[in-house]
C-alpha cells in the first residue's frame, strides 16, 4: 500500500518564527489532506490539496504531485499553533492513509 | 448546524463485553468511515461506507462490525472487548468520491478504554 512519510517528527519553535512541515508519499494520490490536531484531540480540517498552492491566513501548502510531497508553512507562529499535524493520502478509494505526524510546540 | 457527532465520548469497559459507538452527521454525506487513533500507528481505517447498506472493511477491521441503515448513523460495535481495542475512535464523512468532492471531515473522537 501507499506509504506516507513526514518529517520533522518533532518541531520546537519559540513565538513568532516559521515552520514548515513536509510530506512525503510513495505513489499518486487523488486526494491530500492536512490537519491540525489540537490538545484536545480534535482533527482540524487545514488543507484539501491534492495539487497545487493554497493560503489560508498564516498558513499555506504546497503539493507537488508529479515529485510526490506536499509542505505546510506556518508564518508567525503562535503558542495556539501547537498540536500534532497530520497529512493524509488516498488514492481514489476514500481509504486516507495517515503519516505518523508532526508534533510542533510553539513556546511563549 | 451539528455537523458530526459521536457518542458516547469516553466509554470504559471489560474484556469481552460488547461496546457500540455511535457516529451521527447532519450533512447527508454519502460516506462515512471509522478510524482508530493509536500511539505509534498514527490513524488507521476500520471500515467504510459509501451510502445506506454499503460497507467494507479497511486496513483493521478484525474484531468489528458495523451497519448503516439510515445515511446519517453508521454505529461500530466491538463484538467481545479486548485490551488491545483500547484507542481513540474517529468518525468522519465525506460527500463522495471523486477530485474535488472527498474531502473528509472528523468528528470529535470517542475514547475507549478495555479493562
Known amino acids: 500500500g501507499i506509504q506516507v512519510e513526514q518529517s520533522p517528527p518533532d518541531l520546537i519553535l519559540q513565538e513568532g518564527a516559521n515552520s514548515t512541515l513536509r510530506c512525503n508519499f510513495s505513489d499518486s494520490v487523488n486526494n491530500l489532506q492536512w490537519f491540525h490536531q489540537n490538545p484536545w484531540g480534535q482533527l482540524i480540517n487545514l488543507f484539501y490539496i491534492p495539487s497545487g498552492t493554497k493560503q489560508n491566513g498564516r498558513l499555506s501548502a504546497t503539493t507537488v504531485a508529479t515529485e510526490r510531497y506536499s509542505l505546510l508553512y506556518i508564518s508567525s507562529s503562535q503558542t495556539t499553533d501547537s498540536g500534532v499535524y497530520f497529512c493524509a493520502v488516498d488514492r481514489g478509494a476514500q481509504k486516507l492513509v495517515f503519516g505518523q505526524g508532526t508534533r510542533l510546540t510553539i513556546n511563549p | 448546524d451539528a455537523g458530526i457527532t459521536q457518542s458516547p465520548r469516553y466509554k470504559i469497559t471489560e474484556t469481552g463485553r460488547q461496546v457500540t459507538l455511535m457516529c451521527h452527521q447532519t450533512?447527508?454525506?454519502?460516506?462515512m468511515f471509522w478510524y482508530r487513533q493509536d500511539l505509534g500507528h498514527g490513524l488507521r481505517l476500520i471500515y467504510y461506507?459509501?451510502?445506506?447498506?454499503?460497507?467494507d472493511k479497511g486496513e483493521v477491521p478484525d474484531g468489528y462490525v458495523v451497519s448503516r441503515s439510515k445515511t446519517e448513523n453508521f454505529p461500530l460495535t466491538l463484538e467481545s472487548a479486548t485490551r488491545s481495542q483500547t484507542s481513540v475512535y474517529f468518525c468522519?464523512?465525506?460527500?463522495?468520491?471523486?477530485?474535488?468532492?472527498?474531502?473528509?471531515?472528523f468528528g470529535p473522537g470517542t475514547r475507549l478504554t478495555v479493562l
Open positions: 461506507s459509501a451510502a445506506a447498506d454499503i460497507t
Open positions: 450533512w447527508s454525506h454519502s460516506y
Open positions: 468522519a464523512s465525506s460527500v463522495r468520491a471523486g477530485v474535488g468532492s472527498d474531502e473528509q471531515f
